[in-house]
């Protein structure tokens, strides 16, 4: 059984997009299905028809790529140097930004429900169909095809970093170990709006000064925004408190 579905964009207008010409188109079509626009049978969708299984397999291809692109453009930096720099990269943020730039969204299969409650922006939906046109790109054309849209669409997010990134929420944590203070306390505080879109917000505590919120669109970006604003808030007095003073 099909369920009705939202009209998307034809996965062929992706294809050209991507610079790939898929001998296999199922594999793209499939790598943009939501489960809500997946076949059904005996009451569930289909899980081979569906982009999850082809998103774990573009999440291990993108791993390696990206491994494999920070070796040998980074030869002087350290193995940790090189796992920041990895982390930030297939983190969901930057996939997200790659499938913002190709307007993948509006590629994705789903039902109308669905797309009426705004999915075709949810992050995790495109970070996870992201992931699935990379497992299909290497399936189809074999890790040339997969590391080519890599190279492209993830190069200027590498070249943009010149200097290893600095998660904040690594960098308070060493301010207040350095000092000799507990640990920062995160602790979630709200979740507001859909499921299929929340929004949490966050307030961090560290001894000896007021306590920061952020929002993001899952903890952690929550945690690191938090982090963020009060490094900067640290930074606007030098770091320093009266107890570091007394």
Not at 79 to 108: I, P, Q, W
Request: one cysteine or more.
């Amino acid at each position: 059984m099909t369920r009705a579905v939202a009209a998307s964009r034809r996965p062929s207008a992706l294809a050209r997009r991507l610079r790939h010409r898929f001998s296999r188109a199922d594999l793209l079509e499939r790598a943009l299905t939501h489960s809500s626009g997946a076949p059904v049978a005996r009451g569930r969708p289909v899980a081979a028809e569906t982009y999850e299984r082809l998103e774990f397999l573009g999440d291990r291809v993108l791993g390696l790529v990206l491994a494999d692109l920070l070796y040998h453009r980074f030869p002087e930096e350290s193995e940790g140097e090189l796992a920041r720099r990895h982390a930030k990269l297939a983190r969901r943020e930057s996939l997200v930004e790659v499938a913002e730039r190709l307007d993948l969204g509006l590629y994705v299969r789903m039902s109308e429900g669905e797309s009426h409650a705004g999915s075709r922006r949810n992050a995790a939906i495109l970070a996870d169909c992201c992931e699935a046109v990379i497992g299909a790109l290497y399936l189809d054309g074999g890790m040339k095809a997969a590391r080519g849209f890599i190279e492209r669409a993830w190069g200027p997010l590498i070249e943009a970093d010149q200097a290893p990134p600095r998660d904040p929420k690594t960098t308070l944590q060493e301010w207040v170990q350095a000092r000799g203070r507990r640990l920062p306390h995160y602790r979630v505080v709200e979740r507001a709006g859909p499921s299929h879109a929340p929004e949490f917000t966050v307030e961090l505590t560290i001894a000896g000064e007021k306590p920061e919120r952020a929002r993001g669109r899952s903890k952690r970006e929550a945690e690191q925004a938090a982090a963020a604003s009060l490094l900067a808030r640290l930074a606007g007095g030098d770091g320093r408190t009266a107890r570091d003073d007394a």
